[in-house]
């Protein structure tokens, strides 16, 4: 017989001296296990929403509200449409959105000794999403290459759109991909 843990959870128990580190592996399990089945459940990519138009006279571009899973099975999600203004020193641009956390909520450090300024630690992480635009190199690629040069060895971003310059205003270029299935959707499973 082979045995293999793979997640950690705290056991609990009457008289237990709670630390934050307890706290913080029940929080990290309970992450983990979420990651991992959105992963080998339903993959990564877009699940819904996230289309994205130019506007503005082809100088904007809106990305609609939306719900995505990283390659990492984080989940991104968008609640509102954003419209952002798009840069003038590029020919080709990947519009993409991958998950974000940053550490919010500073409060003092109980136990600090009289005297002593009392250091803060942040005791909330916000979660969110980035949207960034990334330049495509030049040449002839297919979808598969344009993901493998965004992303490289990273997992962190979902390809939204493909846009390019023609004159002064941008344009959505086509996905060269076939829909994995007939509701369109862009997961993809992980092997």
């Not at 950690?8 to 592996?25: K, M, N, V």
């Not at 080998?40 to 990305?63: A, F």
């Not at 990283?70 to 203004?85: K, N, Y």
């Not at 635009?133 to 690629?141: C, E, M, V």
């Amino acid at each position: 017989m082979t045995r293999q843990m793979v997640f950690l959870r705290p056991r609990y128990f009457s008289g237990q001296l709670l630390t934050a580190e307890d706290l913080a592996t029940e929080q990290d399990y309970h992450r983990a296990i979420q990651r991992f089945r959105n992963l080998y459940t339903h993959g990564y990519g877009i699940v819904s929403g996230l289309s994205v138009q130019t506007g503005g006279n082809g100088t904007s571009v809106t990305v609609e509200p939306g719900y995505a899973i990283d390659g990492f099975g984080r989940e991104i999600c968008v609640p509102t449409a954003l419209t952002l203004s798009l840069p003038d020193d590029a020919k080709r641009l990947a519009v993409c959105v991958g998950h974000a956390e940053s550490e919010t909520g500073p409060i003092a450090v109980a136990g600090t000794p009289p005297g002593i300024d009392l250091p803060v630690d942040p005791s909330r992480i916000e979660e969110g999403f980035d949207i960034a635009f990334r330049q495509i190199p030049p040449g002839k690629l297919n979808h598969a290459q344009i993901v493998a040069h965004l992303q490289g060895a990273s997992r962190e971003w979902i390809l939204l759109a493909i846009l390019r310059r023609d004159g002064k205003r941008w344009r959505r270029a086509p996905l060269a991909t076939k829909p994995h299935s007939k509701s369109q959707s862009t997961l993809r499973r992980r092997t």
